[in-house]
């Protein structure tokens, strides 16, 4: 199985725990939902019906469980960024998610190959 991976934002403007949940739920799930279900298996308490509905836990309860499950879905994501990129906040703009070129990896992008790549 092909994903293609996009480079550039896949959330901006926030910092809220439910939405960067959401949006990289519903990202790793695109990518592998075996992924996403190794992580709502370590984390269950953010486990919805599906991805689509993760963010409607009660994040006043589990505030922490929240911040090392946005964490763990980064560090899984940042797994599928093929070489010479990442995922994660952009260098400029702190609310600015998604994948991004990496000025400090010696790698070259081939920008024409690295949306088909999947490890």
Same mark, same amino acid.
């Given at each position: *199985?092909? @994903? #293609?991976?996009?480079?550039?934002?896949?959330? +901006?403007?926030?910092?809220?725990?439910?939405?960067?949940?959401?949006?990289?739920?519903?990202?790793?799930?695109?990518?592998? !939902? /075996?992924?996403? %279900?190794? @992580?709502? #298996?370590?984390? !269950?308490? @953010?486990?919805? #019906?599906?991805?689509?509905?993760?963010?409607? @836990? $009660?994040?006043?309860?589990?505030?922490? /469980?929240? %911040?090392?499950?946005?964490?763990?879905? *980064?560090?899984?994501?940042?797994?599928?960024? !093929? $070489?010479?990129?990442?995922?994660?906040? +952009?260098?400029?703009?702190?609310?600015?998610?998604?994948?991004?070129?990496?000025?400090?990896? $010696?790698?070259? /992008?081939? *920008?024409?190959?690295?949306? $088909? #790549?999947?490890?």
């Amino acid at each position: *199985m092909t @994903v #293609k991976i996009e480079l550039g934002t896949l959330i +901006h403007g926030t910092l809220r725990s439910e939405d960067l949940l959401q949006a990289f739920a519903d990202e790793l799930e695109r990518i592998n !939902p /075996v992924a996403l %279900s190794r @992580v709502l #298996k370590i984390y !269950p308490e @953010v486990r919805g #019906k599906s991805a689509t509905n993760i963010a409607e @836990v $009660d994040q006043t309860s589990i505030g922490e /469980v929240l %911040s090392e499950a946005i964490e763990m879905l *980064m560090d899984a994501l940042n797994e599928y960024a !093929p $070489d010479g990129l990442y995922f994660g906040a +952009h260098e400029g703009d702190g609310a600015d998610f998604g994948f991004w070129t990496d000025e400090d990896s $010696d790698e070259d /992008v081939d *920008m024409d190959s690295f949306g $088909d #790549k999947i490890r």
